[in-house]
């Protein structure tokens, strides 16, 4: 009768931690999947200034030709 307990709580130990590690896997592919959404048009408007001085930024990047520049290919200089 003894074996029989244990086995039963061992049982439902299992089942717990199983349980609870597929509910850590669903809120981790809840948090990503809320991460991957697209702004909403108030944090659009909120941003866009934001946005638009790293757009400058990559453009004025990309242009440059000289020593460390991503054109030239020394890239290590630029980091």
Known sequence: MNYDE???RLKERISKINKDN???LMK???AKHAAQKKMTHNE???NKPLLRQV???LKTMSNYDGQGS????NLEENL
């Open 55 to 57: 757009n400058e930024k």
């Open 6 to 8: 244990e086995e039963k």
């Open 22 to 24: 597929a509910d850590f």
């Open 44 to 46: 659009l408007a909120l």
């Open 70 to 73: 991503i054109k030239s290919g």
């Open 28 to 30: 981790q592919m809840a």
